[in-house]
């Protein structure tokens, strides 16, 4: 069981590290074409692929087709376009996640960090932690937007290998950042407030969105 665990771990991290890596290898060189178009659209095949394994079979074969048709259709343009694949990947990532914070913070709505800590802090979820949540969405909508932004801004006026090393390598160590800069603020602004750790948060927030059956 703990050898699984630890395989599934290298997974992720080899899937996190490597699949940046190589796409900045094969974009950056330009003789792999046919090999970086088939890369970059990979990833998109996910929603498809997420809603037929969720049961929704008619949306995910509906969009499945989609994304075959576009990509066949426009096929012979973007094998000599691959960046432009990676980029719309790119920007629809950030967005996704700008918007999936911020559309929580709109009147009469509680933030999404907000649900988060509230499902985890239970009886310990205080004004304190509501206004702190508020404030860490706020700062995860934004920093999502600054990313997606960056992004098409190095696209239109850098060369391509900068705006690739940016959004391959870059925007990781960004991101571990934020959550590095994120977790002292927390320990620090919410001090007196019980912790809990990253991993333990997630089980326990999986755990209350999944109650197990039977249970009230």
Known sequence: MKSARWFKAMLVVVVVVGYPALMHLLLTSGQWPVSTLLLGLAPLAGLPLALLAAG?????????????????????????NQEWIYLMQNISMQSLLAWGFGHTLRPGHEPLISQFARRIHGADYSPLVATYTRRVTWAWALFSLAMALISIILFAFAPLAIWSYFVNFVALVLLVLMFVLEYAARRYCLRGVPHVPFIKGITLFWESSHPADGKS
């Open 56 to 80: 929704h079979i008619a949306w995910g074969v509906v969009t499945l087709a989609a994304l075959v048709g576009a990509s066949g259709y426009g096929w012979h343009t973007l094998l000599h």
